[in-house]
């Protein structure tokens, strides 16, 4: 059974960090790409960052270059998402997917920036 699970979102000031948790388990993790999504009510889910297997291939999507850095460890078949320097519209819930043949995501954890 694939499962995807998100951790390490939670409220926090402008300015502030967090460091977001994926860990994998029923599917080739050491090979699937993994990625971090986000999205807000009312809006369409947006791609952050992505990873690919061994890590050599990184990229990010514009707003969060420079405060973002994605991640991975295959021992522990978890990859991250740190970010730095959180501002107000960085408010979402945070997905995480993993891709190898198929898609697969997890349920999300809740970033809140308020101050």
């Known amino acids: 059974q694939v499962q995807l699970v998100e951790s390490g979102g939670g409220l926090v000031q402008p300015g502030g960090s967090l460091r977001l948790s994926c860990t994998g388990s029923g599917f080739n993790f050491n090979r699937a790409v993994m990625s971090w999504y986000r999205q807000v009510p009312g809006l369409e889910r947006e791609w952050v960052a992505g990873?690919?297997?061994?890590?050599?291939?990184?990229t990010y999507m514009e707003s969060v270059k420079g405060r973002f850095t994605i991640s991975r460890d295959n021992a522990k078949n978890t990859a991250y998402l740190q970010m730095n320097s959180l501002k107000s519209e960085d408010t979402a819930l945070y997905l995480c997917?993993?891709?190898?043949?198929?898609?697969?995501w997890g349920q999300g954890t809740q970033v809140t920036v308020s101050s």
């Open positions: 997917k993993g891709y190898y043949g198929a898609p697969y």
């Open positions: 990873i690919n297997g061994d890590g050599s291939v990184i």
